[in-house]
Structure formats: structure tokens, C-alpha cells
């Protein structure tokens, strides 16, 4: 099946400090992904939309100058957490949606954010 | 406003009964069903979906039920494997967007 992986699986971070995590598609091209924060015991709540060459949609309530979306390649998407603070700690996840695919996708392990 | 509900936070079953793990939607415009299984400190897996125009999808030991009269969807698992224990999410999506909306979870344990 489609392998997608994220880099790095968990960081500990200083409070102020900007974090970058990598999400790749390893074995098919996505021209769509997605990043998701969970919080402890509950769901996946979606973040932003990462359109390759384009610039992200961001859903209510998330700050675009605070979660900072790239997607340059149609392999490679990053988030990054601009000025963390602890309120930002969270498990992060990617996914991604291959190309001509419906609504399927695939999902990364995930990134433990940890802001001190 | 959760537009997807997952009201059993925990579902416990002996090994080699059926599980029944339930959702339900608010969302009319929902035309696409899936369910994944995650393990903590993991990102979920996709296990089977269903477009809005079936009511059943069938694979292996798991078949999803739609009924879109009742926004109801239900995931069977039978005969159900300790190996199945994990947390299982419904989500939702429509048209081609790709976005997903997802329940809160039901945390599945499979009773050797």
C-alpha cells in the first residue's frame, strides 16, 4: 500500500522557538495533503489543506502566520510551528491523497510535539 | 458543532465474536464514508470506505453498513481478533475536497 512517512516522529522544544516537520509521500506523487492535530483522547481535527504549488487552506480557527504550509514537490509538504508554546504541543499527522484518488488517503505516523 | 459522532468511547468483545463499532453524521452533504484503526503514537489506517450510493461494502472480516436514512454507519468486524484491538474512527467527506471529518474514536479491546 502507499507509504507515508514524517520526519521527525517527536521533537521537544523551547517555548519561542520554530519547529519544522516533513511529511513525504515515499512511493506515489500527492498533489493534496493534509495535517491534522490530535489532542489527548480526542480526534483528528484537520488543520489545513496543502495543495502542491499553491498556497494552503487553512480551516477555521487555525492561524496561517502560526502553522506556516509548504508543499514544493508533489512528494514533500512541511508544517511549521512558528514561536511555539506549550499550548501547541499536540501529535501532528500528514496525510496524503494520490493524485486522480478519491477521497482515500493515506496517513503519516505522526509528530509528538512537545513545547516547554 | 460535531458534525460526526462516535457516542461509545469503548467497545468490549471476546475473540471470535462481532464487533459492531457505530457512527453517526449531521451532514446531508456527506457522500463518502471511511473507517481507519490507529494504534496510539501512530497515524490511522485506512480500513474501508463507502460512497453514499451503497449501503453495504464488504472486505474480508469487515463490512461497513450506510444507512443515510437514519445518517448512521456502522462498521462490523467478525470474527473479531485480539489483534483488532485499537481505536477505531469513522470519518466523512464530500464531494472530491479530500477533507475528512472524524469522529471522536471508539477504543475497541478483542478478548483472547
Known amino acids: 500500500g502507499a507509504v507515508v512517512s514524517q520526519h521527525p516522529s517527536w521533537v521537544i522544544c523551547k517555548s519561542g522557538t520554530s519547529v519544522k516537520i516533513e511529511c513525504r509521500s515515499l512511493?506515489?506523487?500527492?498533489?493534496?495533503m493534509f495535517w491534522y492535530r490530535q489532542f489527548p483522547k480526542q480526534s483528528l481535527m484537520l488543520m489545513a489543506t496543502?495543495?502542491?504549488?499553491?498556497?494552503?487552506?487553512?480551516e477555521q480557527g487555525v492561524e496561517k502566520d502560526k502553522f506556516l504550509i509548504n508543499h514544493a514537490s508533489l512528494t514533500l509538504s512541511t508544517l511549521t510551528v512558528t514561536s511555539a508554546h506549550p499550548e501547541d504541543s499536540s501529535f501532528y499527522i500528514c496525510?496524503?491523497?494520490?493524485?486522480?484518488?478519491?477521497?482515500?488517503?493515506?496517513f503519516g505516523p505522526g509528530t509528538r510535539l512537545t513545547v516547554l | 458543532d460535531q458534525q460526526v459522532k462516535q457516542n461509545s468511547p469503548s467497545l468490549s468483545v471476546q475473540e471470535g465474536r462481532i464487533s459492531i463499532l457505530n457512527c453517526d453524521y449531521t451532514?446531508?452533504?456527506?457522500?463518502?464514508f471511511l473507517w481507519y484503526k490507529k494504534y496510539p503514537a501512530e497515524g490511522p489506517t485506512f480500513l474501508i470506505s463507502?460512497?453514499?450510493?451503497?449501503d453495504k461494502n464488504e472486505d474480508g472480516r469487515f463490512t461497513v453498513f450506510l444507512n443515510k436514512s437514519a445518517k448512521h454507519l456502522s462498521l462490523h468486524i467478525v470474527p473479531s481478533q485480539p489483534g483488532d484491538s485499537a481505536v477505531y474512527f469513522c470519518?466523512?467527506?464530500?464531494?472530491?475536497?479530500?477533507?475528512?471529518?472524524f469522529g471522536q474514536g471508539t477504543t475497541l479491546q478483542v478478548k483472547p
Open positions: 496525510s496524503a491523497k494520490e493524485s486522480g484518488a478519491y477521497n482515500e488517503q493515506f
Open positions: 512511493d506515489f506523487q500527492a498533489t493534496t
Open positions: 496543502s495543495n502542491e504549488g499553491s498556497k494552503a487552506t487553512y
Open positions: 451532514n446531508s452533504m456527506f457522500d463518502y
Open positions: 463507502i460512497s453514499s450510493i451503497k
Open positions: 470519518a466523512a467527506s464530500f464531494g472530491n475536497t479530500g477533507k475528512l471529518i
